[in-house]
């Protein structure tokens, strides 16, 4: 969803911090959860798989296709959603 307020230029505005990280997926948990692992080789294991067309993609790429998969994760006040899900480019 996209939200917009207008606001008088002499007020202060409270905006979200959004971040968004790229992971690579390790599993997917019979609970639904995805084991995710960054750049550095921490592993993540508290984000939910997303419903829906997202959750597909990642389930095809992973578990039918049998692919290097990444996941990309936004996280803003306290929340974290799996956004997207791609192949994981080759190495070397």
Do not use: C
């Amino acid at each position: 969803k996209k939200y917009e307020d207008l606001s008088p230029s002499t007020h202060n505005m409270d905006v979200p911090n959004v971040t968004r990280r790229e992971y690579q997926l390790i599993d997917i948990s019979d609970d639904g959860f995805l084991s995710l692992m960054n750049d550095d080789g921490d592993l993540k294991d508290d984000v939910r798989m997303p419903d829906g067309e997202i959750g597909e993609k990642i389930n095809k790429l992973f578990k039918i296709d049998e692919k290097d998969t990444n996941v990309v994760v936004l996280t803003s006040m306290g929340e974290e959603a799996a956004i997207e899900a791609k192949e994981a480019p080759k190495q070397g």
